[in-house]
């Protein structure tokens, strides 16, 4: 079993920055992939970027990249995401998961453990 508490959302206004953490519990954090996800209110949860088990290789969607980085560390149990140039379409509630697999999951089923969510807010 793996607990994932995310942390670090709020209001933020257009072009501002914020850093999401994940702190992990449970079995062996470099076991698992992890990921971070977003749900708007009315849309469907969304893939945001991912890293691997090892943290050598990082996947993002193409409306992120570039603005997002994705990160993790180890010894810390934590994954963090990296938000700047925050738009108003950022806004949702940002979840982190975590896979056991060798790839970079995309799809939420993919994914055996999920957090409770940290809402952002980006305001124009």
């Known amino acids: 079993q793996v607990t994932l508490v995310e942390s670090g959302g709020g209001l933020v206004q257009a072009g501002g920055s914020l850093r999401l953490s994940c702190a992990a519990s449970?079995?062996?954090?470099?076991?698992?992939?992890m990921g971070w996800f977003r749900q708007a209110p009315g849309k469907e949860r969304e893939f945001v970027a991912a890293?691997?088990?090892?943290?050598?290789?990082?996947y993002y969607a193409d409306s992120v990249k570039g603005r997002f980085t994705i990160s993790r560390a180890g010894a810390k149990n934590t994954v963090y995401l990296q938000m700047n140039s925050l738009k108003p379409e950022d806004t949702a509630v940002y979840y982190c998961?975590?896979?056991?697999?060798?790839?970079?999951?995309?799809?939420?089923?993919?994914?055996?453990?999920w957090g409770q969510g940290t809402q952002v807010t980006v305001s124009s």
């Open positions: 998961a975590g896979a056991a697999s060798l790839r970079l999951p995309t799809l939420p089923v993919e994914y055996d453990y």
């Open positions: 449970g079995r062996t954090f470099s076991s698992y992939a």
């Open positions: 890293i691997s088990r090892s943290g050598g290789s990082t």
